[in-house]
């Protein structure tokens, strides 16, 4: 039996049109897919259990600091209207941290666009019955998915915000991706009154995935989340870190054209802009772009008050304001990681890829737009 949302799906007319064998589509075949995809977007947040899932995830969570800034934009535009939320994405431990920020503030809870990737097992069980989260092929290019999926998204934001990463995937270089305009286009189209994109930005002292990610730099293949989960357990012995959450001022939706192209890319290079402007510099990422093979105390700190000047200059959301702050808070967190070691009066770099990754983090806060290394 259909639910009240795939139901509505089916009469939204773009949806129709394929039901009624448009773009050279067999009506049958159409209806059966555009059924199946509906299957698998279904989705249902129950939130009183929602709220209950920090306390079983404890043991993940109390090894995060979770850090808040500008929360009170978010409410302003809650209470105006409809919310999308845009974030960068650096990792799996996203999905949990920057929604409780969300319910720590008594923010109404958001729908979640995650990979399909994550709906497998158990935790795939979680994500549709509990947390409400949408999963989404990311690379898809059947046409019928994809006026059903924005058909899908048009009618959740009738009913719910929506929070999603339009880098489209954890960055595994480190560095802010390009932003895609999937669903960006899809929430544009829901003719939604008051809608609003808020950007979003969360950085974290110590990635927990940050050996796995830096090994690959670039996403080579889907690998099955059992093995991602098994491997971030590995690293999560004597893991700690902060995350810090930082959120933007809303950019209003009827600003922007639905249906036009232009708009949608100016859209995603202004969000990217936004929320590289947000993204926290945290004393890890100061080390590891002003680090050298081997260096002293004194001249990495040296190093990174010259990085401050340039990153000041870009009005950028420092944790720290000197080389001295930064060395203190950032260099027995990356020697316990295995990623310096500190001997003879110097420091000296054990995992040249996860410090680089680091470095990556604000690389787009000191490399002028168009330049790359």
Same mark, same amino acid.
């Given at each position: 039996?259909?639910?009240e949302i795939?139901?509505?799906?089916?009469?939204?007319?773009?949806?129709?049109?394929?039901?009624?064998?448009?773009?050279?589509?067999?009506?049958?075949?159409?209806?059966?897919?555009?059924?199946?995809?509906?299957?698998?977007?279904?989705?249902?947040?129950?939130?009183?259990?929602?709220?209950?899932?920090?306390?079983?995830?404890?043991?993940?969570?109390?090894?995060?600091?979770?850090?808040?800034?500008?929360?009170?934009?978010?409410?302003?535009?809650?209470?105006?209207?409809?919310?999308? +939320?845009?974030?960068?994405?650096?990792?799996?431990?996203?999905y949990?941290?920057?929604?409780?920020?969300?319910?720590?503030?008594?923010?109404?809870p958001p729908?979640?666009?995650?990979?399909?990737?994550?709906?497998?097992?158990?935790l795939?069980?979680?994500?549709?019955?509990?947390?409400?989260?949408?999963p989404?092929?990311?690379?898809?290019?059947?046409?019928?998915?994809?006026?059903?999926?924005?058909? +899908?998204?048009?009618?959740?934001?009738?009913?719910?915000?929506?929070?999603? +990463?339009?880098?489209?995937?954890?960055?595994?270089?480190?560095?802010?991706?390009?932003?895609?305009?999937?669903?960006?286009?899809?929430?544009?189209q829901?003719?939604?009154?008051d809608?609003?994109?808020?950007?979003?930005?969360?950085?974290?002292?110590?990635?927990?995935?940050?050996?796995?990610?830096a090994?690959?730099?670039?996403?080579?293949?889907?690998?099955?989340?059992?093995?991602?989960?098994?491997?971030?357990?590995?690293?999560?012995?004597?893991?700690?870190?902060?995350?810090?959450?930082?959120?933007?001022?809303?950019i209003?939706?009827?600003?922007?054209?639905?249906?036009?192209?232009?708009?949608?890319?100016?859209?995603?290079?202004?969000?990217?802009?936004?929320?590289?402007?947000?993204?926290k510099?945290?004393?890890?990422?100061?080390?590891?772009?002003?680090?050298?093979?081997?260096?002293?105390?004194?001249?990495?700190?040296?190093?990174?008050?010259?990085?401050?000047?340039?990153?000041?200059?870009?009005?950028?959301?420092?944790?720290?304001?000197?080389?001295?702050?930064?060395?203190?808070?950032?260099?027995?967190?990356?020697?316990?990681?295995?990623?310096?070691?500190?001997?003879?009066?110097?420091?000296?770099?054990?995992?040249?890829?996860?410090?680089?990754?680091?470095?990556?983090?604000?690389?787009?806060?000191?490399?002028?737009?168009?330049?790359?290394?």
């Amino acid at each position: 039996m259909l639910d009240e949302i795939s139901r509505a799906v089916l009469a939204r007319e773009d949806v129709a049109r394929y039901l009624r064998g448009a773009h050279g589509e067999v009506p049958f075949d159409a209806r059966e897919r555009i059924h199946a995809y509906l299957e698998e977007l279904k989705t249902t947040q129950r939130y009183p259990i929602y709220r209950a899932l920090k306390h079983p995830l404890y043991p993940i969570l109390r090894k995060i600091d979770r850090h808040v800034e500008h929360v009170e934009l978010v409410h302003q535009a809650v209470t105006a209207g409809r919310v999308v +939320y845009a974030s960068n994405h650096k990792s799996h431990t996203d999905y949990l941290v920057e929604l409780l920020v969300l319910e720590d503030h008594a923010v109404r809870p958001p729908v979640i666009a995650a990979g399909i990737n994550l709906f497998g097992g158990a935790l795939g069980l979680l994500h549709r019955h509990v947390t409400g989260a949408i999963p989404i092929r990311r690379n898809a290019k059947d046409p019928v998915y994809l006026v059903t999926l924005r058909a +899908y998204v048009a009618e959740i934001l009738r009913r719910h915000d929506l929070f999603f +990463y339009p880098e489209g995937g954890r960055s595994y270089s480190g560095e802010l991706k390009t932003m895609k305009g999937g669903l960006l286009s899809a929430a544009l189209q829901a003719d939604c009154r008051d809608l609003s994109i808020v950007p979003t930005a969360i950085a974290y002292d110590l990635v927990l995935e940050d050996h796995i990610l830096a090994r690959q730099r670039v996403k080579r293949g889907q690998r099955p989340f059992r093995r991602e989960l098994a491997e971030m357990v590995r690293y999560a012995v004597g893991y700690r870190s902060r995350a810090f959450i930082t959120f933007g001022p809303a950019i209003p939706a009827i600003d922007y054209d639905p249906h036009s192209r232009r708009d949608l890319v100016h859209l995603t290079r202004l969000l990217r802009e936004r929320i590289g402007g947000l993204y926290k510099v945290l004393p890890t990422a100061l080390v590891a772009a002003a680090m050298r093979p081997s260096l002293t105390r004194r001249d990495l700190e040296s190093r990174i008050d010259s990085l401050l000047d340039t990153l000041r200059a870009a009005h950028a959301n420092l944790a720290v304001q000197t080389g001295r702050e930064a060395v203190e808070e950032a260099a027995e967190a990356l020697e316990l990681r295995g990623v310096l070691v500190y001997a003879g009066g110097r420091f000296r770099v054990r995992e040249r890829s996860v410090l680089r990754y680091y470095a990556r983090t604000i690389e787009h806060l000191i490399v002028p737009p168009g330049r790359t290394h």
